[in-house]
């Protein structure tokens, strides 16, 4: 079905968002937007449009603290956020003033995550709060340094606890998935219980400035009660008072990378089983992208001719 794609991975559908009232009952308007049953892919890359690299990007350090056995990724998130601004602002998204929020820490601590991971590792996080209900989703690919995720606010699904799920496919391995509950409004702390329960190590997120975080992880040896005990300010200092070997400078990037065809493959199932409901009787519809939200117009047209040619 989809025979470049190394990987599909994750299905959240039914998990913690309810699709029901999304796909059988579309508005029969005009240039009506589809938003998809919330079946998030992490895409192999080479079908994606690729990252510009014109973009200056972000920067992430990475460093080994000598005698803590520790390693800190660091970076200041501004120009990522602005970015992500642009985004928002050229595909006519507004998540709530807290959603924002709470987007922007867990894009923080997910990019200082993933740098502190292998190169040849896909990872996507989807983050559910029942508080105000809504469910955050990253991906990133770290060969590319290409991040991306969105705000879901509608059709969360009602849940005891609050659910943080990390899925991850490194090389040509098949993907792992853990998921493990938390509690609060702070993607920070679901992070860090991540850690604990899945990684099962310590891993400590610091806000060291407005825009700037680190995350700092136990590694073999570890000095435990001081990471336990490490503050921000003691972070944001660390090379006065550590010996810090730098172990890399990575770039990471906003970028989806999705165009039209990814757009067909997500509407496809759909569209065999059921063209008149997708389209109704008009010539096209607009979807958004299910990990970044970006809109993509898709004419009937194309649609009959990309399930015909995959059939
Ligand atoms: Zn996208």
Known sequence: MWPHSLTLVATMTGEISDPARQNHHLPKTRGRLYNGPFAVMVWAMPENTPPNHADTGLEVRTHFVRSRHALVARADFSDLFVDYYLHLGAQRMQPSPEADARFKRALAAFVLHCASRPWNELTAWTINFQQPPMNLFLTGDNSTGAVAGRVFEENVKELPENLFYADVVRGAQPKRRS???????????????????????????????????????????????????????????????????????????????????????VLAPTMRQDPDELFGDEPKLEIRCPRCGARHAITREAMEAYVAETA
């Open 179 to 265: 998921a493990v509950a938390f509690t609060g409004g702070d993607p920070l702390v679901a992070v860090e219980e991540f850690y604990k329960q899945s990684e099962q190590r310590l891993g400590r997120f610091f806000q060291l400035g407005e825009e700037e975080f680190a995350l700092v992880t136990e590694h073999p040896d570890c000095d435990l009660a001081w990471l336990r005990a490490l503050t921000a300010e003691q972070v944001a200092d660390l090379k006065t008072t550590e010996t810090l070997a730098l172990l890399e400078r990575r770039i990471v990037r906003w970028h989806c990378g999705c165009n039209q065809p990814r757009m067909m493959e």
